[in-house]
């Protein structure tokens, strides 16, 4: 049975870091290219960032850019969101997702997708 399992989400303030990880329980999660959206309340899910299998291509919304950071441990099958400077408008459930095509913004192109994790960011 496939398994996303997301953490390291909390409540913090802005200008503050957190980082989040997604635990996988896929057979080659080395195959699978990854990514991370999130949906703030009352919206739809946005993407947020991407890598590829290698973890050598990354890809970043335009929102996240230059703040945060993807990344992935294949030996622990593990994928990362480092997020700093953060900001009242990154508060949203963070949902990271598996397969589909490297870099797709589009939710239905993953196979699969873990519970997500609450960030909340205080001004």
């Known amino acids: 049975q496939v398994q996303l399992v997301e953490s390291g989400g909390g409540l913090v303030q802005a200008g503050d870091s957190l980082r989040l990880s997604c635990a996988a329980s896929?057979?080659?999660?080395?195959?699978?290219?990854m990514a991370w959206f999130r949906q703030a309340a009352g919206k739809e899910r946005e993407f947020v960032a991407a890598?590829?299998?290698?973890?050598?291509?990354?890809y970043y919304a335009d929102s996240v850019k230059g703040r945060f950071t993807i990344s992935r441990d294949n030996a622990k099958d593990t994928v990362y969101l480092q997020m700093n400077s953060l900001k009242p408008e990154d508060t949203a459930v963070y949902y990271c997702?598996?397969?589909?095509?490297?870099?797709?913004?589009?939710?239905?192109?993953?196979?699969?997708w873990g519970q997500g994790t609450r960030v909340t960011v205080s001004s």
């Open positions: 896929l057979r080659t999660f080395s195959n699978y290219n």
């Open positions: 890598i590829n299998w290698s973890g050598r291509r990354t």
């Open positions: 997702a598996a397969g589909g095509v490297y870099g797709s913004q589009i939710p239905s192109s993953y196979n699969y």
